[in-house]
């Protein structure tokens, strides 16, 4: 009888031990991001909201029924009524895109302002590569 009671004790307590483990979403590498930087970009100026863009960092997505375990919000900054847009993402890339929902908690991220997209430079004899250029190189006329 005593064999039994101990048992059952040790597995009601080794129930008790077991934590949830949330990942941290995957970040994106450098080319990617910059290509979901310019993604972004263009779905800010396509919506045409008023004031400035700015995104939040990438972030767990706790919204039920979407196919993505991450996101990004999008947030127009001043001119107006701020308006959210969510960018869901799976493996480093954008699955789908909507008008954030209070699910996707847009309201409660930290922002911070998306840099215009810029096009490369071509490359010329002794400049130097496309990536190491930033939006304020100036490259000497030939």
């Not at 972004?40 to 039920?64: D, Q």
């Not at 999008?74 to 954030?100: C, H, P, Q």
């Not at 409660?108 to 302002?113: I, K």
Request: with cysteine; hydrophobic share 40%.
């Amino acid at each position: 009888m005593r064999s039994i009671f101990v048992v059952f004790a040790g597995l009601f307590l080794s129930g008790c031990g077991t934590a949830i483990v949330v990942s941290a979403p995957v970040v994106p590498k450098a080319i990617e991001w910059k290509a979901i930087q310019q993604t972004i970009y263009s779905t800010f100026t396509s919506l045409k909201l008023s004031g400035s863009p700015e995104i939040s960092s990438l972030h767990k997505n706790e919204a039920l029924g979407t196919p993505a375990e991450s996101a990004i919000c999008l947030r127009n900054s001043g001119g107006g009524e701020t308006k959210y847009f969510v960018f869901l993402m799976s493996e480093n890339k954008i699955v789908d895109s909507r008008w954030a929902v209070q699910m996707d908690r847009c309201n409660e991220q930290t922002y911070s302002s998306l840099p215009k997209p810029y096009a490369l430079i071509p490359a010329s004899p002794g400049a130097p590569p496309p990536h190491l250029l930033s939006q304020n190189t100036v490259l000497p006329l030939p």
